[in-house]
């Protein structure tokens, strides 16, 4: 069963610390990996789409890793914000439309000043 | 370039009425999509139009319907309204109905159902 699985569920950091969100999946057949944040009450928004063949992308102070062997993705937030608080989702995409879009639980982070 | 536009933002039905929501896409944009997001499952994926046909659709019941435009904005409508329909309903527009492309979302219609 195609599944994606994020942890932690929850995590909190102080104003100006890294952290790094973590990614498991079981898609067959992969296509791309994408990473999303998403402010309360408001839609997702883009970080990065990774494909098989690329292993880290960055957006800013957000980098994407991907080790499609281990099939696990993890995103580094580097010198966290205020702004950086929210639910940051992990959605993997099988071969195919949008249908084939998994979409992990979310990790939801709060930055404390 | 103006982002999906999706209306209203809230809303509050009753119990077995009816709901149409509407979404506009990015300008260009000839896919559109559609999602329910509740705290228990996450983000689900309802169907998906692409130049105003239906391309796919998920697990959810013929109570749920959409349809797009020659324009590619979209309606989606539920009927016959379930207390679990309450969800937050995202918009996405895409350049093309590959599923390879970014997701640009809407910030949703929050449905309320009492």
């Known amino acids: 069963k195609n599944q994606v699985e994020q942890s932690p569920q929850s995590l909190i950091i102080l104003e100006g610390k890294n952290c790094t969100l973590q990614?498991?999946?079981?898609?067959?057949?992969?296509?791309?990996l994408r990473w999303y944040k998403q402010d309360t009450g408001r839609g997702p928004v883009s970080l990065t789409i990774?494909?098989?063949?690329?292993n880290t992308k960055s957006n800013g102070r957000y980098t994407a890793t991907l080790d499609a062997d281990t099939k696990q993705s993890s995103l580094h937030i580097t010198a966290s914000q205020l702004s950086d608080s929210a639910s940051y989702i992990c959605?993997?995409?099988?071969?195919?439309?949008?249908?084939?879009?998994?979409f992990g639980a979310g990790t939801r982070l709060a930055v404390h000043p | 370039k103006a982002g999906v536009t999706q209306t209203p933002r809230y809303l509050i039905k009753t119990r077995g009425q009816q709901v149409t929501l509407s979404c506009s896409p990015i300008?260009?944009?000839?896919?559109v999509s559609w999602y329910q997001q509740t705290p228990g499952q996450g983000l689900q994926f309802l169907f998906e139009y692409f130049s105003e046909t239906q391309r796919n659709k998920g697990n959810f019941p013929g109570r749920f319907s959409g349809r797009q435009f020659s324009n590619s904005r979209s309606e989606m409508n539920v009927s016959t309204l379930e207390l679990g329909d309450s969800a937050l309903y995202l918009c996405?527009?895409?350049?093309?109905?590959?599923?390879?492309?970014?997701?640009?979302f809407g910030n949703g219609t929050r449905l309320t159902v009492t």
């Open positions: 959605v993997v995409s099988a071969s195919g439309g949008y249908n084939k879009l998994i």
């Open positions: 996405a527009s895409s350049s093309t109905d590959r599923g390879n492309s970014p997701l640009h």
């Open positions: 990774m494909t098989f063949s690329e």
């Open positions: 300008s260009g944009h000839r896919s």
């Open positions: 990614c498991n999946y079981t898609v067959s057949p992969f296509s791309n």
